[in-house]
């Protein structure tokens, strides 16, 4: 028997046995915990600091990790590296502190797109749930993509089979069993993974001979351009992206109480940083030693250091090395999943059952397999979705400062997103000589820094500017300013169908409910602006 026919029966196998055991725990949690549909989309409250640990560790590290680090490798060298990965943690630990503020001033929330409402409106409300969604399509499609790389490139198989495999698995029992057996799961697939990585590292540590080490370092790998960009590109960019994707949100919900999120966010960062150092690591040995390539892009590299560039690698490590990528994939897929459900049930599907996302979710995945069969590359798909993101975070945060209250509207909030986003149209004009290749280079090419600074620099401004002008006209017309704001505070309504009908307002270990009066108008101020 075939190492490729090996290692696909045991990569399917172990994902079928993770989702049997989720469909068990799904099963057992329906009749020991309350089986409603907010706590189906967010397990609110109910999550220790150990297993929260280990549920932020696994919805970040998927098997985009073992090709995207080695990958980025080869541009931006050990600078680059080193960057990258203090990046794929750093963002928890920012995000969880900022939900805990979030989940002190609003404590009904359900999804971020519940703070937007009550804040922004729902034109702002709208733009900022199509941008999770998208960013969450992009982050789905790059693990089928990962996975599928994994038989295709690295096995020789086909990627079609696993990635219908991982696709439906996690459908069915993220379906059936929503976030809080997801986050059950995860701990499971967490420390399966790192089990895995621990024996990959000794084996690396025993068998890892290089005839001739080139020094100092080929200038790829040593300090460069792309290594010293890393420093603002990669934070500024992955914090973005996290603030836009439901999963680490979710894990806000379901913390049991505010320390077991800011430790367990701690824990599961640090594990993130660690991991995914090690994986572009092994990449980074595999390029230095100058082991043949199996991919052009170099996402291949951390294989490559097992087999030493040849087939000599006994087949076992590369069974490991399989079954380690397929375990953490199906650990960010459940999670990208169940935020993407969260995003549509709570903004788009309010008072209807919950099996409508659900569904609909089976459905999503279609043409997002059918993308990542094209097999494109996995640090582009993310350049697209983080900049798209890093031009909406800044105006979103500044929702959260009680100064500017009143100050910054939904007007104001979408005129900065504007401002951010032609900010890097006109950065890759003046650094190319014409449109078509500014964008190019920005949205395809490169992690540039200037691509994600400026960004951020001018959706402030453009923020600010908008805010001006508004109160400029609002006094000029006699309107009140700064506008005053009224955020509702709804009872969590569940119908017989399973639906909800409005937020609920939970605090840590207390519910509470008041009825709201009034209609929710297309940008928040508008319902309580009055003449003076």
């Known amino acids: 028997m075939s190492l490729l026919s090996v290692t696909y029966g045991l990569a399917i196998t172990t994902i079928v046995v993770f989702g049997v055991g989720a469909l068990f725990l799904a099963r057992r949690k329906m009749r020991f915990k309350q089986d409603d549909t907010e706590f189906f989309l967010t397990a609110r409250h109910s999550v220790p600091e150990r297993t929260i640990a280990w549920s932020f560790y696994a919805q970040g590290v998927g098997a985009w990790v073992v090709f995207s680090m080695p990958a980025y490798v080869v541009s931006a060298g050990m600078v680059g590296l080193v960057f990258y990965a203090i990046s794929c943690g750093l963002p928890i630990l920012i995000v969880a502190r900022v939900g805990a503020v979030l989940h002190r001033k609003y404590p009904g929330v359900l999804s971020l ?173 595999a390029i230095w030693a100058g082991y043949p390539m199996s991919s052009d892009d170099g996402s291949t590299a951390f294989f490559d250091l097992l087999t030493a560039g040849n087939a000599s690698a006994p087949g076992w490590i590369m069974v490991l090395a399989a079954l380690s990528t397929v375990t953490m994939n199906e650990g960010c897929v459940d999670s990208i999943q169940n935020g993407i459900v969260d995003t549509l049930a709570s903004r788009f599907f309010r008072g209807k059952s919950v099996w409508y996302p659900r569904v609909l979710v089976f459905l999503i995945n279609i043409p997002i397999v059918f993308v990542s069969l094209k097999g494109y590359n996995i640090i582009v798909l993310f350049l697209i979705g983080n900049l798209i993101c890093t031009v909406c975070t800044v105006p979103l945060l500044l929702g959260l400062v ?131």
Request: negative net charge.
């Open 402 to 532: 009680e100064r500017l209250e009143g100050y910054v509207t939904g007007w104001s909030m979408v005129f900065g997103m504007i401002t951010g986003f032609f900010s890097i149209v006109v950065f890759g004009y003046l650094k190319m000589g014409n449109l078509a290749d500014g964008m190019q280079y920005t949205f395809i090419d490169a992690y540039d820094w200037p691509s994600f600074v400026l960004p951020i620099v001018f959706s402030f401004i453009g923020v600010l500017l908008a805010a001006a002008v508004e109160g400029a006209i609002r006094k000029s017309l006699g309107l009140t300013y700064p506008v005053p704001l009224n955020f509702p505070q709804a009872s969590v309504e569940h119908t017989k169908n399973g639906s909800i009908n409005s937020l609920g307002d939970v605090e840590y270990g207390v519910e509470k409910s008041a009825a709201v009066d009034g209609k929710q108008e297309v940008f928040h101020e508008s319902s309580v602006a009055e003449v003076k």
């Open 113 to 285: 797109g519940d703070f937007v409402q009550w804040r922004f409106g729902t034109i702002p409300t709208i733009i900022v749930s199509v941008v999770m969604l998208f960013n969450m399509f992009i982050a789905l499609c790059a693990e089928y993509t990962s996975i599928g790389n994994l038989m295709e490139l690295v096995l020789g198989g086909s990627r079609l089979p696993i990635v219908i495999c991982v696709a439906v698995v996690t459908s069915i029992y993220t379906a059936a069993g929503g976030l809080y057996v997801s986050i059950l799961t995860d701990v499971a697939q967490g420390v399966f993974g790192i089990f895995l990585l621990v024996v990959m590292a000794i084996y690396v540590a025993i068998t890892y001979r290089p005839v001739d080490l080139p020094t100092p370092l080929p200038e790829g790998l040593g300090a460069n351009y792309w290594g010293w960009a890393s420093i603002a590109a990669m934070p500024i960019s992955m914090t973005c992206a996290t603030f836009f994707s439901e999963a680490p949100w979710q894990r806000i919900w379901a913390s049991a109480d505010e320390r077991a999120l800011k430790r367990g966010s701690l824990w599961g960062a640090i594990g993130l940083v660690i991991v995914c150092f090690l994986y572009g690591f092994g990449g980074f040995l």
